[in-house]
Antibody, heavy 124, light 107 residues
Framework: EVQLLESGGALVQPGGSLRLSCAASGFTFSSYAMSWVRQTPGKGLDWVSSISGSGANTYYADSVKGRFTISRDNSQNTLYLQMNSLRAEDTAVYYCAKHIGSGVTPAGRGIDYWGQGNLVTVSS | DIQMTQSPSSLSASAGDRVTITCRAS??????LAWFQQKPGKAPKSLIY???SLQSGVPSKFSGSVSGTDFTLTISSLQPEDFATYYC?????????FGQGTKLEIK
């Protein structure tokens, strides 16, 4: 059974930093691309960042580029999102998501599983 | 960026009804489109990938189709557990983009 368990969400002041983690189990982690998707309370879904199975390729939304860093430790089956220079508009529930393939080609980029979500609140 | 225009934004229906939700892409995305269901306070659930392929464990009452840049999610024989918000998402190219969502409510 695929399981994705996020952690690290917290209340942080504007300009602060936070690292989210997503512990994966139930599948061969290194074979699949992973993403972070966020949702502002009461609003829609917003893609944040993706990483290929090997970790060699990373992608970011313009709104977080230069501030957030996605990474993965395939030996620990864990996905990370390092968030720096946080702003009030980064306040959201952050979901990690597993893709159906390695993510190198479009066919492998569809999402099949989601974590339960982790709340990040940026406020003074 | 590819814009995904989803309609309607809300929809009222009765148990047993058949409903259709549409997503239009601002440019060609082949069939790289997914549909998700989200209930209040819960994580999204994947329903369909590649426009018309059901994710494992998803009942066949859900179906997807494509015509050019227009994508459709059809839900037949609505049951109480189907009332939720539905999102489309294109994954043909980065940045991935979602539709604004369709809230399916009980009439």
């Amino acid at each position: 059974e695929v399981q994705l368990l996020e952690s690290g969400g917290a209340l942080v002041q504007p300009g602060g930093s936070l690292r989210l983690s997503c512990a994966a189990s139930g599948f061969t982690f290194s074979s699949y691309a992973m993403s972070w998707v966020r949702q502002t309370p009461g609003k829609g879904l917003d893609w944040v960042s993706s990483i290929s199975g090997s970790g060699a390729n990373t992608y970011y939304a313009d709104s977080v580029k230069g501030r957030f860093t996605i990474s993965r430790d395939n030996s620990q089956n864990t996905l990370y999102l390092q968030m720096n220079s946080l702003r009030a508009e980064d306040t959201a529930v952050y979901y990690c998501a597993k893709h159906i393939g390695s993510g190198v080609t479009p066919a492998g980029r569809g999402i099949d599983y989601w974590g339960q979500g982790n709340l990040v609140t940026v406020s003074s | 960026d590819i814009q995904m225009t989803q309609s309607p934004s809300s929809l009222s229906a009765s148990a047993g009804d058949r409903v259709t939700i549409t997503c239009r892409a601002s440019q060609g995305i082949s069939n790289y489109l997914a549909w998700f269901q989200q209930k209040p306070g819960k994580a999204p659930k994947s329903l369909i990938y590649a426009a018309s392929s059901l994710q494992s464990g998803v009942p066949s009452k859900f179906s997807g189709s494509v015509s050019g840049t227009d994508f459709t999610l059809t839900i037949s024989s609505l049951q109480p557990e189907d009332f939720a918000t539905y999102y489309c998402q294109q994954y043909n190219s980065y940045p991935f983009t979602f539709g604004q969502g369709t809230k399916l409510e009980i009439k």
